[in-house]
């Protein structure tokens, strides 16, 4: 996951994501993430020297969830989401 304010910051799009034409990237809000239960965290990826820096990871609140718990938050996010292109 790649925080759009966090790209910008190192001069990237989300365009600049995608690895083939055919693609396609997905929006969520992180108050969408926060609504769904769920919080997002800067994690850079040392790995990817182009895009690492703008790296973010999704959270929960706690370490251990119950899996019904779980799947409403994922189900949450999915419903927030929108096709970017």
Not at 13 to 39: C, E, M, W, Y
Request: charged share 35%; glycine share 10%; aromatic share 6%.
């Amino acid at each position: 996951m790649y925080r759009d304010e966090l790209l910008k910051a190192i001069n990237r799009t989300p365009g600049d994501v995608k690895k083939n034409f055919d693609d396609h990237i997905f929006g969520v809000l992180v108050s969408d993430v926060r609504q769904a239960g769920a919080g997002v965290i800067d994690s850079p990826d040392g790995e990817d020297e182009e895009l690492g820096a703008a790296h973010s990871s999704i959270r929960y609140s706690e370490p251990k969830i119950d899996k019904a718990s779980e799947r409403r938050i994922r189900q949450g996010i999915i419903d927030a989401c929108w096709l970017s292109g």
